[in-house]
């Protein structure tokens, strides 16, 4: 496996993390970045080129268009919206002389000036233009990234484009889809966690432990733009150990014995979560009041708190229930749809959580760990597969596979709540009284 994330971004952390531990003026650092951007910008057209000259005709139409989508809207850019926030974290650089007299809690957040090291050089009338260039880079990255993952969970490449079309539409909170986070240093961040989590589903650490260099760098990248994700790798390489120690040792077992078990280590973890919030009250005091039930479990749907709603929306309730109802027909997909709302429904996880995240609000950004999308469009196909198979008619046969289309396309085209649909977010041209 090949990664390409600290393989394109470690040598500028690399040196950005020199200059910040010596004192070396920007000025040369920011010159120093250019030959790195040269660099960058022959192995992008070695591959531009390469998959060009070589990709099936349908690759090269379907990634093309996607390039197009994201490029015409250019960078969502309204005001007032975090955006213009990420857009001055950006250009603030040009008045500074040293990494440290940049503010505190930004300056550890290298993506800033990796943007400006490559904007900087722009007349304040195209800056944001060009920020529409660069937004759309990171949307198409964050798509590679995902369909990379994918195909190494063996899903087929029509498949794979059909899940790169439901991130865009479902991932994000509220109307704010992929779009609006581009400008911020989220997206390297997460680009770096998802190819992290490729590199565990692959078993690449267990087979050469010499890899786990990759994963460290991997988790500076993660730590120097956007600390949540490292929650996430926290969480999901935790829950990924679990699988594949478990899937191997259940098979073992008698169904009853497991069934037993499972009820057991249930029932005790409960009684565990009612204590914790009885007599530990203080694990909770940073959450809102009510958040979490009398068994130490967050309310995800309960509705008085909106923002787990706003996330999930309808596709994501769809997602977990098909990731719960036909788990067997892809059990990794699936798991790994379930683990992030589990881990907030899990007494000790959440205690966890209640401890380290400063506020209440911020813990539907668990749900981010995994696209809910992926639980969505792996339930369709195995609808589809289940009807193939089945003894029905043909008439059913034909009809079925348009129906969960369309039931798709309903659940998550609307913006309005609670199936907040992205995709409007996407194209939305702000009037330019706004912007």
Known sequence: MKFYITSIFGPYLALYLI????????????????????????????????FFKNAPLGDKVFWSLLALFFLLPGAYLEFPSDPWEHFRRIFRWQHLGYISDYPVNCKAKFAYFWAYSLLGFA?????????????????ILLCLSLYRLLKLCKVPKRWAYIHIV??????????FGIRYYALASTPLAYCAYLELLSALVAGVFKDNPKTLVWGVA?????AFNHIQELIFVALMSSALAAYSKLSVEIKKLNLQLVCAAFLIFTTSILYFGMFLIHNYPNIYSNMIPGQ???????KIWDSSYGFYMETITVAGWVSLVCSTIFFEKSPLLFYMTLVPSLSLLFPITA????????????????????????????????????????YIPHYLKAIIPSLAFIAAVLIVTPYSYPFRGKIFMQIYLPPKSKT
């Open 292 to 298: 979490l039930n009398r068994f130490g479990m967050f």
């Open 19 to 50: 200059a910040w531990a010596l004192s070396i003026p920007l000025s040369f650092l920011f010159y120093a970045f250019q030959f790195l951007h040269l660099a960058f910008a022959l192995y992008i057209a070695k591959k531009l080129w390469g």
């Open 218 to 222: 991997l988790c500076t990248i993660i």
């Open 123 to 139: 007349p304040i009338g195209w800056r944001i233009k060009l920020c529409g260039l660069y937004s759309a880079f990171w949307e």
């Open 166 to 175: 439901a991130f865009i539409a479902t991932f994000g909170t509220n109307l």
């Open 351 to 390: 205690a966890i959580y209640a401890y380290f995240i400063p506020t209440g609000y911020l813990t539907y950004r668990i749900l981010y760990a995994f696209p809910l999308s992926v639980g969505l469009v792996e339930g369709i196909r195995a609808v589809l597969t289940i009807t193939r198979k089945a």
